[in-house]
């Protein structure tokens, strides 16, 4: 069964770093998103992305965070200079068409030092 | 503005007992999607169910079952004869687009 596979798994940084979180939606989906959840709370919309640009994006998503999708497999989100308060589980998920299911992906998680 | 709402922030039954979890949205769209996932403990959220808005028939999936109502903003699940397999945290959510999650709900369920 086609899954939503993220690396890495885990990833230690520290603060005023940039960040790379790897993503690989399932293949023959057309939209794609980035959630975040800080331990324990809920989970957090980031951005969604659709025909190789940002569809919607929430006010977390402000300027130190950026989507590529660089080649026709990989969904990035880049983290310019990472925070504390950025130490989340970073999920990506893909749907086929917008408002379908969304499928997550394992999650990162993002430890910033 | 678009909410989600589940009130019950952990909730412990013991097995084989049937347990509710309820879900109240708030939305002005009149078009709007309705989603269960499940997050065990293991991290990773599981998609469980999707209901568009026109449908308001309510959905039976093994133990699980869904109870929409339109008329009250809710989206309602029920586990029947739980099993401690089913511990998790239990979110709803609501899209018209983007996914809005709930707080979720943690339930125990204890051998």
């Known amino acids: 069964e086609p899954e939503v596979t993220q690396t890495p798994s885990h990833q230690v940084t520290q603060m005023g770093q940039e960040v790379i979180l790897r993503c690989v939606p399932i293949s023959n989906h057309l939209y794609f998103y980035w959630y975040r959840q800080i331990l324990g709370q809920k989970v957090e919309f980031l951005v969604s992305?659709?025909?190789?640009?940002?569809?919607?994006k929430s006010e977390i998503f402000d300027d130190q965070f950026s989507v590529e999708r660089p080649d026709g497999s990989n969904f990035t989100l880049k983290i310019r200079s990472t925070k504390l308060e950025d130490s989340a589980m970073y999920f990506c998920?893909?749907?086929?068409?917008?408002?379908?299911?969304?499928?997550f992906g394992p999650g990162t998680r993002l430890t910033v030092t | 503005a678009q909410k989600v709402t589940q009130a019950q922030t952990e909730i412990s039954v013991v097995e084989k007992e049937d347990v509710t979890l309820d879900c109240v949205y708030e939305?002005?769209?009149?078009?709007?999607?309705l989603f269960w996932y499940k997050q065990p403990p293991s991290g990773e959220l599981v998609f469980l169910i999707r209901?568009?808005?026109?449908?308001?028939q309510n959905e039976i999936s093994g133990r699980y079952s869904w109870n929409f109502q339109k008329s009250t903003s809710s989206f309602n699940f029920t586990i029947t004869a739980s099993q401690v397999v089913d511990s998790a945290v239990y979110f709803c959510?609501?899209?018209?687009?983007?996914?809005?999650f709930g707080k979720g709900t943690r339930l125990h369920i204890l051998p």
């Open positions: 992305f659709y025909n190789n640009e940002i569809s919607e």
């Open positions: 209901r568009n808005s026109f449908d308001e």
């Open positions: 959510a609501l899209s018209g687009g983007k996914i809005i």
């Open positions: 939305t002005r769209d009149t078009t709007y999607y």
């Open positions: 998920a893909s749907s086929e068409r917008e408002n379908y299911e969304q499928y």
